[in-house]
T-cell receptor
Framework: DAKTTQPPSMDCAEGRAANLPCNHSTISGNEYVYWYRQIHSQGPQYIIHGLKNNETNEMASLIITEDRKSSTLILPHATLRDTAVYYC????????????FGAGTRLFVKA | DTEVTQTPKHLVMGMTNKKSLKCEQH?????MYWYKQKAKKPPELMFVYSYEKLSINESVPSRFSPECPNSSLLNLHLHALQPEDSALYLC???????????????FGSGTQLSVL
């Protein structure tokens, strides 16, 4: 499985864009990049995923570099409710159905 | 219905007790998962069921016994647990399809387990 590296914590001002980076330099050609977040005392919540192209949905945008070795999750207008741990995961298809969580980034959105 | 429902939300048990955690989904998903999460740590994969068959056991001690009676239900039977097993136990499900790499997991809110 490709490993991911994320900063342990980040701050963001309410209303500003939050840009969360993730490095996955050993990603394979058929592996997708997923992002989940976990708000305190809740289960993780799927945000977005992508393979090569940039993706956008109602929650966020995902920018993947051309070499696919890194990506950035963008929350365009962060709110206090976006304070959470954000996990960048590379999803493997070998050996079954493993989604393995790394340490993640703790995002603090401040008023 | 896009929910994964876990019961109970909280459980306190002694080291000699036998208890069970329950997880249910009605999204037609054919893969179901158990994760364990200690405080301030990421979730750790324990078991994966695919089409009601156990496909992954991440070397979990035998005091944890999973069961998948049907495609909507997943249980985790607990027996002779230790205090260090106290954690948040999360259930998840996904659609499942052979060869797919783009599957998202839907998580329940978890069962907070305390072993005394």
């Amino acid at each position: 499985d490709a490993k991911t590296t994320q900063p342990p914590s980040m701050d963001c001002a309410e209303g500003r864009a939050a840009n969360l980076p993730c490095n996955h330099s050993t990603i394979s050609g058929n592996e997708y990049v997923y992002w989940y977040r976990q708000i305190h005392s809740q289960g993780p919540q799927y945000i977005i995923h992508g393979l090569k192209n940039n993706e956008t949905n109602e929650m966020a945008s995902l920018i993947i570099t051309e070499d696919r070795k890194s990506s950035t999750l963008i929350l365009p207008h962060a709110t206090l409710r976006d304070t959470a741990v954000y996990y960048c995961i590379v999803r493997t298809n070998t050996g079954g159905f493993k989604t393995i969580f790394g340490a993640g980034t703790r995002l603090f959105v401040k008023a | 219905d896009t929910e994964v429902t876990q019961t109970p939300k909280h459980l306190v048990m002694g080291m000699t007790n036998k208890k069970s955690l329950k997880c249910e989904q009605h999204m037609g998903h054919r893969a179901m998962y158990w994760y364990k999460q200690k405080a301030k740590k990421p979730p750790e994969l324990m078991f994966v069921y695919s089409y009601e068959k156990l496909s992954i056991n991440e070397s979990v001690p035998s005091r944890f016994s999973p069961e998948c009676p049907n495609s909507s239900l997943l249980n985790l039977h607990l027996h002779a647990l230790q205090p260090e097993d106290s954690a948040l136990y999360l259930c998840a499900s996904s659609r499942r399809g052979r060869g797919l790499t783009n599957e998202k997991l839907f998580f329940g809110s978890g069962t907070q387990l305390s072993v005394l």
